[in-house]
């Protein structure tokens, strides 16, 4: 089934010891995004991919970076987690079409240690 | 600045009605979106308004007043796996979600 798989799904690091979270998607869409959600709030949009146009969110930190070498795939790395940064990473996709209903991946918990 | 208001939490009975509600203020108005989102999961899409009126899917319905800056998601017939947040989230003009906090609904028997 097409569908957007996130990897790993629960990711452990220590303070300041970088991680990658992976997204992968078979829906050939354009628009893939990454956003932050912690317990009982609204998801944070941290940035997105319209084909291969960057679009970072003002108040994303610089700690967080993000790679997308093709359609498919899209990375999320954080240079040095910290304790703030324990929450669920979502990543979606979108077709860029005027419903753009975004399709989410299961997700990624991080926690920090 | 940009808001989505929904209430916090609700909690409604097996079987019965409940009337989840959504009232936002954003730059523009590209439709309204309901997500459903079990814990420890992934949001999950359930209706997108665009039109004023309502938009029947199911047991779950959704309406928008675009003048009033209002929706609701109306879920009839509770059944236990209904219990989620659900998430309103608004495109703005700039083809961008503003999302809501979500409700937490508890069902109980």
């Known amino acids: 089934d097409a569908m957007v798989i996130q990897n790993p799904r629960y990711q452990v690091t220590q303070f300041g010891k970088p991680v990658t979270l992976s997204c992968s998607q078979t829906l050939n869409h354009n628009v893939m995004y990454w956003y932050q959600q912690k317990s009982s709030q609204a998801p944070k949009l941290l940035f997105h991919?319209?084909?291969?146009?960057?679009?970072n969110e003002a108040d994303t930190p610089d700690n967080f970076q993000s790679r997308r070498p093709n359609t498919s795939f899209c990375f999320l790395d954080i240079r040095s987690p910290g304790l703030g940064d324990a929450a669920m990473y979502l990543c979606?996709?979108?077709?860029?079409?005027?419903?753009?209903?975004?399709?989410f991946g299961a997700g990624s918990r991080l926690t920090v240690l | 600045g940009q808001n989505i208001d929904q209430p916090t939490e609700m909690t409604a009975t097996e079987g019965a009605i409940v009337q989840i509600n959504c009232t936002y203020q954003?730059?523009?108005?590209?439709?309204l979106f309901w997500y459903q989102q079990h814990a420890g999961e992934a949001p999950t899409f359930l209706s997108y308004?665009?039109l004023d009126g309502l938009e029947e899917k199911g047991r779950f319905s959704s309406f928008l007043s675009r003048s009033k800056g209002y929706s609701y998601l109306l879920l009839k017939e509770l059944q236990m796996k209904d219990s989620a947040s659900y998430l309103c989230a608004v495109m703005d003009s700039n083809y961008q979600l503003i999302w809501g906090a979500g409700t937490k609904l508890i069902i109980k028997p």
């Open positions: 979606a996709t979108g077709g860029g079409n005027g419903a753009n209903v975004l399709t």
């Open positions: 954003t730059s523009g108005f590209n439709g």
């Open positions: 308004n665009v």
């Open positions: 991919y319209y084909d291969k146009d960057f679009n």
